[in-house]
């Protein structure tokens, strides 16, 4: 009867340790509406990573789940556009970060607004939803403080044909990649005058 006691105490501590551990680490949310077609659709079930941003700050490209900061309530899951200090403009049916156009190719259409040139305050973060043109997002004239950010979608998980891991688009290595390019050219350009 002993061994049985110890054995069912052993197994209630170490579930209750692995759901503890998981609870910290990792949530489920329900994707809501249609303002980040065509990557996720509504219903659609993705996990997301708590503990990312506690080993490094988010990224653009990024996929986030956050509370929103313009009064909703809820949770909003969007991409990262700009990072606190970055500069954004919307303009011709393109996104601009500090001055370069992103490459986008999980929009479901080209942005139909227009954004003036504007700097991300410290600490905040600069979000679009893939389609751009039904999302309430950054460009209505909110951002997202840090501490709002809930976690990094991770993994899709329901319905079945969309499992697997969030694809990743970093827009800080192709923002590097076109001003390393600039500059080789502007090189180029003055050994040839």
């Known amino acids: 009867m002993r061994a049985f006691l110890r054995e069912f105490i ?3 501590v170490l579930a209750l340790a692995v759901f503890l551990l998981l609870r910290f ?9 249609i303002s980040m077609e065509p990557s996720f659709h509504s219903g659609q079930r993705v996990l997301i990573s708590k503990l990312t941003y506690r080993m490094h700050e ?3 490209g990024d996929v986030i789940v956050f509370q929103p900061n313009n009064g909703d309530k809820g949770e909003y899951i969007k991409r990262i556009i700009a990072k606190p200090g970055d500069t954004i403009e919307v303009k011709n049916g393109a996104v601009y970060v500090n001055g370069t156009r ?6 479901s259409s080209a ?4 954004l003036d040139k504007q700097k991300i305050p410290a600490d905040n973060y600069f979000v679009l939803g893939d389609n751009r043109n039904r ?18 979608a991770w993994v899709s998980i329901w319905p079945p044909p969309t499992w697997g891991l969030i694809p990743e688009y970093s827009l800080s290595d192709q923002l590097a990649r076109l001003i390393n390019s600039y500059m080789v050219q502007c090189y180029i350009y003055k050994l040839y005058i």
Request: net charge neutral; aromatic share 6%; charged share 20%.
């Open 58 to 60: 988010p990224e653009r």
């Open 25 to 33: 680490t990792i949530d489920t949310v329900i994707v809501l509406g």
């Open 102 to 107: 992103l490459k986008e190719p999980y929009i």
């Open 10 to 12: 052993i197994t209630a």
């Open 135 to 152: 999302s309430n997002d950054s460009h209505n004239g909110w951002v997202v403080p840090r501490q709002n950010i809930a976690g990094k």
């Open 111 to 114: 942005p139909s607004y227009h």
